[in-house]
């Protein structure tokens, strides 16, 4: 490897946004703009990539009145939630046009209360970015095993979040098979008596013998009780949080970025965090072989994405920099 091109990769990571008679350009010198972290208000620098370009979107935005990110361009902080929410359109309405046509978005956000009142605020992002022209195909419940208790007597603890699945339009890239997972109804503990013997026996299964009449058998649901890879996913994923002590904020736990990243590309495919924080979903594309773009308004986050993403670099690098090929 030529260390010394090594290092201008790494050093060229950071790309800051530039302004030129209202037009955003980004100044790096990959062509097309992909594994670089731009330091800017998310739509600005959406503005800047060049359309049809991104494959997938995994992102979790400032929630609502949740933190102070420090940055004067930073989102979350609006007075009222229909100024956030109108924020937040704006900036997924540039991302959908760096998005390809068969790409996907997948939107992480969690509630809020305020004056003992449930918002609803992830619901209320997602049925407005329906109106915009996104087409929400799936919610999923992301479950927290280890979310912070609380001292509420009147109503449940909160552990879960919400995670959207968008696309563009009906037709869309997504790799079931990437992302299956391990059956229930057959395991060793199941009492479903002769269920482990139909694997492979697609049309055998159904309407005779020991499980005749069960319509867990028919032969619609083979594919879901007996495919060789698993069954298909579902959308309650139990996932802990994860735990990155120089962030002041929630980071995303890899396991979950890389659900997303899986089933929504390819390998080689460009994913985008419009707001990236510390890097996670940028360092999980980069191990899974996937390019990526991050864009964070605050400065330090950027360094900190940086600063993670170089150890990852370190082992896995690009193709380029195996061979010493950098221009
Ligand atoms: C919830 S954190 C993202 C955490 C990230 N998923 C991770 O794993 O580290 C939200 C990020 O959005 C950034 N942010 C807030 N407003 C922004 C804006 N207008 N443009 C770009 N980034 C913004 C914040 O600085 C913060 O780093």
């Known amino acids: 490897m ?27 010198n990959q062509s097309p703009v992909q594994d670089t972290i731009i330091h800017g208000d998310a739509s600005k ?7 049809n370009s991104v494959q997938c979107i995994v992102t979790s935005p400032p929630y609502y ?10 989102l979350g902080q609006e007075p009222t939630p229909e100024q956030y929410i109108a924020n937040l359109v704006v900036v997924f309405s540039e991302s959908r046009r760096a998005l390809k046509q068969d790409g996907l978005l997948w939107l992480n956000l969690g509630d809020k209360y305020a004056e003992g009142r449930l918002l609803g605020m992830p619901w209320r992002v997602a049925l407005a970015l329906v109106d915009s022209g996104w087409v929400l195909r799936s919610d999923v419940i992301w ?8 001292s509420v007597k009147n109503r449940p603890t909160p552990d879960h979040e919400y995670i959207f699945m968008f696309s563009q339009e009906a037709n869309y890239y997504y790799n079931a098979d990437a992302i299956r997972e391990p059956h229930i109804t057959f395991t060793e503990q199941s009492r479903m ?34 495919h060789p890879l698993g069954r298909n996913k579902r959308t309650v994923w139990s996932i802990p949080l994860s735990k990155f002590p120089e962030a002041h904020f929630a980071v995303f736990p890899e396991k979950l970025v890389e659900i997303c990243i899986l089933a929504g590309s390819r390998s080689k495919d460009i994913i985008l965090d419009p707001f990236c924080g510390s890097g996670t979903t940028l360092l999980v594309a980069r191990r899974l072989d996937r390019h990526f773009i991050g864009i964070d308004c605050n400065s330090e986050y950027c360094l900190m994405s940086q600063k993670r993403l ?8 690009f193709e380029e920099e195996k061979t010493g090929n950098v221009n």
């Open 2 to 28: 030529n260390n010394t091109q090594y290092s201008i990769r790494q050093h060229q990571c950071i790309n800051m946004l530039r302004e030129e008679n209202g037009q955003y350009t980004i100044h790096t």
């Open 45 to 51: 620098a959406l503005a800047a990539l060049p359309s």
């Open 65 to 74: 009145q949740q933190r102070d990110y420090r940055d004067e361009k930073q």
């Open 143 to 150: 479950h927290k095993p280890n979310a912070m208790p609380t």
């Open 193 to 226: 008596r002769g269920g482990r013997n139909h694997f492979g026996k697609r049309g055998g299964t159904p309407e005779h013998g020991k499980n005749q009449g069960n319509s867990n058998l028919h032969n619609g649901r083979w594919d879901q009780a007996f």
């Open 310 to 317: 170089n150890a990852v670099q370190a082992e896995f690098p």
